[in-house]
């Protein structure tokens, strides 16, 4: 019914950017909350970066101040952009979207497959 496609992520040295961005599409009637959360091996999956469809952003406190979300209504997209990367970055990011599809409207999560950043010393 949704899909969510990646792109980006990749290697970094630490210090460098990397840019992640995700596309919705589908049966989509209305897009909710739509972000980032980083799966590490063997770890849970936590929150990174959420931009809410009222227009708010929310960061983990790990990365406020260093990466930033942007949200593209029109392109039912995110982009999150990753500066001054650090070795503890490295994860595996997974795209969310909360949305409500056709025929039924009914509201569920959605998850993309990921994108492997890693970041070395």
């Known amino acids: 019914q949704v899909q969510l496609v990646e792109s980006g992520g990749g290697l970094a040295q630490a210090g460098g950017s990397l840019t992640l961005s995700c596309a919705a599409s589908g049966n989509i009637f209305s897009l909710g909350h739509m972000g980032w959360y980083r799966q590490a091996p063997g770890q849970q999956r936590d929150m990174v970066a959420i931009?809410?469809?009222?227009?708010?952003?929310h960061y983990a406190d790990s990365v406020r101040g260093r990466w930033f979300i942007t949200r593209d209504n029109a392109k039912k997209a995110v982009v999150l952009q990753m500066n001054n990367l650090k070795p503890e970055d490295t994860g595996l990011y997974l795209c969310?979207?909360?949305?409500?599809?056709?025929?039924?409207?009914?509201?569920?999560?959605?998850w993309g497959h990921g994108a492997q950043v890693t970041v070395s010393s």
């Open positions: 969310y979207a909360d949305v409500a599809t056709y025929p039924k409207y009914s509201r569920n999560d959605y």
């Open positions: 931009a809410t469809d009222d227009g708010f952003m």
